[in-house]
């Protein structure tokens, strides 16, 4: 019994052996490869976290700068999150902040340099959105139309739709282009929450433009009063 089993060891080994003679090379690279992937990856998560720390404190610099109004710094301390944290949302809500310091302080040119680098270069679609909106706000202003409704193109994140509908009817309407505004703002109205108050601001402009948006909004529904089939 010994003797046999001895010999169904052997063969085994044998077996062993001939397996890792084939395949042993892929093996052990297949395992380099999966553990080298795990230690680049660690690596990468701490290089994050790192990054991240160091642009919260820049960001508190930033935010120091704006509170206390001081542009220069401001823009110093934006420049360097740019150059060194451009990759970390910290960076884009430096610049969402200082752009609406700059704005407020009278120099547009420099708000408007801050929205454009979020809507160009950031990596939030949230912040990318928020930075379109507020600089076609700034462009309408400016009455720079086209270049205000460009803002607007392409696809936004769905929560930012009924915003960005509302803002291209009043683009709309600032050229007078009062049925293309009409439909904007009833777009926007159904998408706005029937709670919101942003809603109610939409329903002004809707009436003044000769629209009730209530009833075609309620258009199809059965009434308290009508039986159910």
């Known amino acids: 019994m010994a003797k046999h089993l001895d010999l169904e060891e052997q063969e085994q080994l044998a077996e062993l052996k001939h397996f890792w003679k084939r395949y042993g090379n892929i093996i052990s690279w297949l395992l380099i490869v999966v553990f080298g992937a795990v230690a680049a990856w660690n690596g990468y998560q701490y290089w994050q976290r790192t990054q991240s720390a160091k642009a919260s404190v820049m960001y508190d610099e930033v935010e120091r700068a704006a509170v206390a109004g001081d542009l220069p710094k401001v823009e110093r301390a934006l420049g360097d999150m740019k150059e060194r944290f451009a990759r970390t949302a910290y960076a884009e809500q430096a610049a969402l902040l200082a752009a609406r310091v700059f704005y407020e302080k009278g120099n547009v040119d420099a708000a408007k340099g801050a929205l454009a680098w979020v809507a160009s270069k950031g990596s939030d679609e949230g912040y990318q959105a928020i930075a379109k909106l507020r600089l076609s706000g700034i462009l309408l202003e400016a009455k720079a139309y086209d270049e205000a409704l460009a803002q607007l193109d392409g696809k936004l994140p769905k ?3 009924a915003l960005a509908a509302d803002r291209r009817g009043d683009i709309l309407m600032a050229q007078s282009k009062k049925e293309q505004a009409k439909a904007e703002y009833q777009a926007a109205y159904k ?3 029937d709670r919101s108050e942003y809603r109610r601001l939409v329903e002004v402009k809707l009436n003044a433009l000769g629209v009730d948006p209530a009833p075609s909004a309620s258009a199809g ?9």
């Open 159 to 161: 929560e930012f739709s």
């Open 191 to 193: 998408e706005f929450d």
């Open 221 to 229: 529904a059965p009434s308290a009063s009508e039986p159910k089939k």
